[in-house]
């Protein structure tokens, strides 16, 4: 059985993000929070909030062992950009982006 778990609006572009979340792919759930907890990226800790969130969703919504938990599948997606401008020389104008992700997160049940 699967479980999921996201946030959106994340403020750190899907880039950065990704580093955090291609380092947790396909572990187990306790060990990837045990990971993030040591990661130096900022995102580490939202990705670990939201693995601990996954693993509350399957003990309370599916009476599941979170031990139990392997990440099946987790991703960073592009959220909304904000567009913002800067006044630069001459009168000219800077484009300042900035951007958001929405992270996932779906973790299945194995047996090891």
Known sequence: ME?????KGVRVSPRKARLVVDAVRGKR???AIALT???P???AEDVGKLLK?????AEN???MDPEDLWIKAIF???GPRFRRFKAKARGRVGRIIRRNTHLTV???????
């Open 37 to 39: 907890r040591f990661m």
């Open 61 to 63: 919504n599916y009476d």
């Open 76 to 78: 960073a997606d592009d």
């Open 29 to 31: 759930v306790m060990d």
């Open 53 to 57: 969130s996954v693993a509350a969703n």
């Open 106 to 112: 779906i973790a299945e049940e194995r047996r090891s």
């Open 41 to 43: 990226q900022k995102t």
């Open 3 to 7: 479980v999921r778990a996201s946030v």
